[in-house]
């Protein structure tokens, strides 16, 4: 029995990388330069550190990606059907509910006072 064609369907990965994080990649490369060579107004020391950690934040969210199981899309299609959903949740006390209301029942609580008392020794069996 053969396999099925199931390398076809998979999405392509060019050092364990998928298109879009690559894109990833590649972008955070780009603010960092950018940030480097055009924005910092700070001295070289601190622009190198601040360019390379620039580039990094994405770089570190695609490795993170890859290695979990988190989908952003997902995650931000759930959000988005939470806010318009009909029945979401209000934070706060919402509206006052009347809740239990206790009466007095006067016969009920007569017939137990006036009950014979415990013997205690005759309950453990002295």
Not at 25 to 51: D, E, H, I, N, R
Not at 63 to 91: H, I, M, N, Q
Request: glycine share 10%; with cysteine.
């Amino acid at each position: 029995m053969h396999r099925a064609y199931k390398h076809l369907t998979d999405r392509l990965r060019i050092a364990e990388l998928t298109i879009p994080q690559i894109a990833g990649v590649f972008t955070g490369l780009l603010c960092g330069l950018l940030f480097a060579l055009y924005v910092s107004p700070f001295s070289p020391y601190l622009t190198l550190v601040l360019s390379i950690y620039i580039a990094g934040v994405p770089a570190g969210t695609v490795v993170l990606a890859t290695s979990t199981e988190f989908d952003l899309w997902l995650y931000a299609k759930a959000c988005v059907g939470e806010l318009l959903s009909d029945g979401r949740y209000t934070p706060g006390p919402g509206e006052e509910t009347p809740g239990y209301s206790l009466t007095a029942n006067d016969s009920g609580g007569r017939a137990r006072r006036e009950a014979e008392p415990l013997d205690l020794e005759d309950l453990w069996g002295l």
